[in-house]
């Protein structure tokens, strides 16, 4: 009964359009409103156009320092050749409605830009291109509609087609305002949640983990918000959907357990704060600083500049060195190797100055050199210093360090040995026996020569 009362209405709607069309194609005032039309197109395009373009390039030129205004002249540049068309299409209304002539077509074409222009110039508070041309099309279409008089007939044909889940009535008049009305409330769900992180940042009184705690959990119940709201709005029983959406989390429980099983360990990371963005941590052979914890992830920078994408729950499951956890402090271990000939006390020495003349290495606590072992070539010591910035890395502090112990050693004369090795050659025989021997090589050597 439903289908049949459906396909009633398009034909009575179709019908009504085919009527209405038929008496306009043979009016000839209908047709000459389109010449006219045609006629303002071409005088605005190739004549006003090109002047209004000049002016708004020379504002353009004068307001570089103001990014705001810079965007909005910039459309308008973008936009001349549409507003000197409207202007004129006014103008020509004007006229045309003084002497009491037919200008219907000519007044819906002016309606229909109308709206283009105040639509595009809306959608200047949308920063996506794609998104703001998305509203425009959208906006535009709905406008079009009513300035015909065909709106009031549309949605009433598309929620005509409509089926029953449960309590649910479904249509697509429903399903084009849930869409509509969602993605509208996640867009402002969206750009309110970046706004107040974008104020946690700039506070400095509040940690980084809980900055980034902060601003997950506003996101998270903007979003949620939002969705009820849309819902909501758009006459969507939100009690009938509760077994659905149990069922539906159920499914997403077992199906997406891996990836719940980071937000939740996401969440506890930021919670406890046992790893927050700005710490050196080293995970498995992965080393390098946090330079962003994410929902599922956290993004770990090498000092190679490779960046590393781990699961928030191997950060909970594995062992994780944190080397900034209490506080920024990291000890250095420098082995340095000496000859046996040098005096390991004025080497010693030399080391902790080569490590206080380097700026990153700390005074307090201050730098220590210990003899740990004689080696088989050399006499084994190992400096160790501390320093306070460990996301700057490791490599470039010990490269100075070592670099002055050099510079060091060699004023005062003290040797860097290199493992070698000494071969010492001894005979099986006694030096009585040699003589023999080579007496006997000897008269063996003359008696060939007799024979010859």
Known sequence: MTDAVSIEKLRVVATEIYTAGLAKAVDPWFWSQFGIIAVIFVVARWLLTPGLQRLLSLVLDKIKGNPGLHRVVRRLHSLSNTITWLFLQWMTIGVVSSFGWPHAALTVVTSLLSAWLMIRLATLLVVNRGVSRAISIIAWTVAALNIVGWLAPAMSMLDSWSFNAGTLRISPLTLIKAGLALWFALWLAGTIASIIERQLERSAAVSPAMKVL?????????????????????????????????????????????????????????????????????????????????????????????????????????????????????????????????????????????????????????????????????????????????????GNVINDVLLGVWDRFHAHGIEIPFPQQDLHLRSAFGATDMAGLKRAWQNGAADDGAGA
């Not at 719940?260 to 052979?285: A, E, T, W, Y």
């Not at 956290?298 to 000092?303: D, E, F, G, M, N």
């Not at 700026?359 to 003899?371: A, I």
Request: with cysteine; hydrophobic share 45%.
């Open 214 to 394: 902060g601003a997950k959990l506003v996101r998270i119940s903007l979003i949620l918000f939002a969705i009820l709201i849309a819902l909501s709005a758009v006459g969507i029983d939100l009690t009938a959907l509760a077994v659905f959406s149990g069922a539906l989390g159920v499914g997403l429980g077992f199906g997406l357990q891996k990836i719940f099983s980071n937000l939740v360990s996401g969440v506890i990371l930021l919670m406890d704060r046992s790893i927050k963005p700005g710490d050196v941590i080293s995970v498995g052979q992965t080393f390098g600083w946090i330079n962003h914890l994410g929902a599922r992830y956290a993004s770990v920078i090498t000092r190679d500049g490779i960046e590393h994408l781990i699961p928030n729950e191997e950060l909970i499951t594995q062992r994780v060195e944190n080397w900034s956890y209490s506080d920024n402090l990291v000890r250095l271990r420098i082995p340095v190797g000496i000859s046996y000939n040098a005096d390991p006390r004025l080497a010693q020495r030399l080391c902790i100055e080569a490590a206080l003349d380097v700026e990153r290495v700390e005074r307090t606590p201050e730098p220590k050199c210990q003899l740990t072992a004689f080696g088989n070539s050399s006499v084994d010591l190992e400096l160790r210093v501390w320093i306070d910035d460990p996301p700057l890395g490791r």
